[in-house]
């Protein structure tokens, strides 16, 4: 008895909002159709593929590149800390080794 009465709200309540789809009116934009088509049609053609994926190598590209220029920018801090100053010497390992000693260094295996 309590499941035919149960069934019975469903059933109402369904075809109350079955009548609301019914009576809906939709106010789109005039040529809605065609443009929405025009969209698709865009979405599938070759040439927005390509946009779409050199859009995102470029994006890509731009996170890389910016990575790259933090772990320089990181790197020449540290070697601006160990050894006080950013000269050439500095930046290839050079500043403690003296003149003299460069041609044992290229000469010898240490």
Same mark, same amino acid.
């Given at each position: 008895?309590? *499941? &035919? /009465?149960? #069934?019975k /709200?469903?059933? +109402?309540d369904? $075809?109350?909002?079955?009548?609301f789809f019914? *009576?809906? $009116?939709?106010?789109?934009?005039p !040529? !809605?159709?065609e443009?929405? #088509?025009?969209?698709i049609? /865009?979405?599938?053609s $070759?040439?927005?593929?390509?946009n779409v !994926?050199?859009? *995102? ?5 731009? /996170?890389?590149?910016?990575? =790259?220029?933090?772990?320089?920018? +990181?790197?020449l801090?540290?070697i601006?800390i160990?050894? =006080? &100053?950013l000269?050439?010497? &500095?930046l290839?390992?050079l500043e403690?080794?003296s &003149?003299?000693?460069i041609?044992?260094?290229? +000469?010898f295996?240490f």
């Amino acid at each position: 008895m309590k *499941n &035919s /009465k149960k #069934q019975k /709200k469903e059933r +109402l309540d369904n $075809e109350k909002v079955a009548m609301f789809f019914r *009576n809906y $009116e939709t106010d789109f934009k005039p !040529f !809605f159709k065609e443009r929405l #088509q025009a969209k698709i049609e /865009k979405i599938n053609s $070759e040439e927005y593929a390509e946009n779409v !994926f050199i859009n *995102n190598l470029s994006i890509a590209f731009a /996170k890389v590149l910016y990575s =790259g220029l933090a772990a320089l920018v +990181l790197i020449l801090i540290s070697i601006f800390i160990t050894t =006080g &100053s950013l000269s050439i010497d &500095s930046l290839l390992g050079l500043e403690s080794i003296s &003149s003299e000693e460069i041609t044992a260094y290229l +000469l010898f295996d240490f």
